[in-house]
């Protein structure tokens, strides 16, 4: 069982910067495929970036593709997305999920986060 808990969230003005973490219980979490996943008011859940164990591979979304960076520290357990040029597009619940292969379909991930609000006023 794997506990990951977000933080980092909260409100920034359009073009604005926030850099999310997302920290895991286990020590075992770098056999883990780590994964950003955000859901916006009304909409279903869609994928945002993921990384491979070591950071060796990482896959975005094309909406966010040069605006948002994904990265890991093994040795603190800690997954994080940098997220710069904020859109008001952008506001959603952001969710880290942990996966034993490197995909971008959220029903693939066996442990998600609670989740951090992340709101981009225009």
């Known amino acids: 069982q794997v506990q990951l808990v977000e933080s980092g969230g909260g409100l920034v003005q359009a073009g604005g910067s926030l850099r999310l973490a997302c920290l895991a219980s286990?020590?075992?979490?770098?056999?883990?495929?780590m994964g950003w996943f955000r859901q916006a008011p009304g909409k279903e859940r869609e994928f945002v970036a993921t990384?491979?164990?070591?950071?060796?591979?990482?896959y975005y979304a094309d909406f966010v593709k040069g605006r948002f960076t994904i990265s890991r520290d093994n040795a603190k357990n800690t997954v994080f997305l940098q997220m710069n040029s904020l859109k008001a597009e952008d506001t959603a619940i952001y969710y880290c999920?942990?996966?034993?292969?490197?995909?971008?379909?959220?029903?693939?991930?066996?442990?998600w986060g609670q989740g951090t609000q992340v709101t981009v006023s225009s």
């Open positions: 990384i491979s164990w070591y950071g060796g591979n990482t």
């Open positions: 999920a942990a996966a034993s292969v490197l995909t971008v379909v959220a029903a693939s991930y066996d442990y």
């Open positions: 286990q020590r075992t979490f770098s056999n883990y495929f």
